[in-house]
């Protein structure tokens, strides 16, 4: 699992500070427009890449960064601070690369990352359908050979990036009789496989783009199969820690940054004759609020610290993910009550990132099937199957 080397306590610094002032000048002020036009502004992009967003966790060798996963924690942790809907966009963008790099073939990589690496592709990976959701073994898309190619028929739901039309990675089952071990995984370019993309708008991360992907009869070349037959869910496994870890770290930094917009207004704001934070009640939900970020952020450190040891950190990112993602709902929820009124008008944002941190909860694993897998490792019995 290991990426490259683990870098200094101060070039870790000097990576967040300078990531956080690109972020500050160039990012924060694109949010309130593509936030109200629910569109990402994809030109970002390349700039992005250049701290170790995207190509981070691929090998040098591979034409990627090699960074380490405590340098990816801390991308991801100010990639949350500045906008909810950027973590979730980068997110998708790094660990699809990280995928290839470790599944595909040589002809593959060519094809497919090395389009992701110079960032003139977008990516997508669709797992999840209207009766698989959780039980992402219980897909129902299939994928028929015939000759040169496959042929896939099916629908994905919750597809980050997915209106991008260009190139993901989508799971099929090759051989239903064999359940979650007859899944496969498929790359799939839009020019040579053309595919229906519907939005759906939803109430997180309104800036990035979540599809309907529909596949009707959808030619894929044979050549696009990553690996063999069945290995579907393994490949898309290669990076769920890694997903949780980011999904941790970016709740963090969202509440941060609502933490810090409620400190400044009820040092501010004067009620009955004082301001807020004279008040004990006031002082009680920012401390709760602070108390547990701090412990959110050293969790998911620490998840990253594990990943950067070689382990393969499974209870360690799920509990990240469990936690910083309900400490942070907490957090948020705090810090927008601090504000009282003010907490709920969009000029002030703590609304959005309270939109934002909810979805810390769902994706890449509920907080209920966080409990789960941790339960399944700790106990050796999963209530699961
Ligand atoms: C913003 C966003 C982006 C997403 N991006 C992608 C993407 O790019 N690619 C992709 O493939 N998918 C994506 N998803 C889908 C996401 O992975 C699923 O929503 C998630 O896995 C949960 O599945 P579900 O929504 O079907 O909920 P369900 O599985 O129906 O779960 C509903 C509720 O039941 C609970 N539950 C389910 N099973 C159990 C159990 N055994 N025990 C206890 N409780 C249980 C869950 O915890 C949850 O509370 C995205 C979702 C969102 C919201």
Redesign the pocket.
Known sequence: MSAGEIESEFELNELRAAVRGYLDRHVAPLVEPHEATHTFPWEILPALREFGYVGGLVDPADGGDGISFTALAVLMEEAGRCWGSLR?TVN?MTIVPYVLAQTCNEDQKERFLRRLLDVSSRA?????ESEA???AGAMRTRAVREGDSYRINGR??????GASNDIGVVLASTDPARGSKGISAFLVDAAESPYEAIEMR?M??RA?N?CELIFDDVEVPAANLIGAEGEGLRVAMRAINVGRMNMAMGAVGIAEAALAIATDHVKERRQFGRPLAGFQLVQRLIVEAATQIEAARRLGLHAAATLDAGGQGRVECSMAKLFCAEACNSAVTNALQACGGAGLMEEMQIERMYRDVR?AS????????QI?NIGKELLGVS??R
Do not use: F, M, Q, R
């Open positions: 979730t998708v997508w990976i669709a797992i999840t959701g959780s039980d994905k739901l919750y597809i980050t990036n939803h997180s991360v990035t979540n979805e769902i994706p890449e694993g509920t907080s209920e099937l789960l209530a699961l």
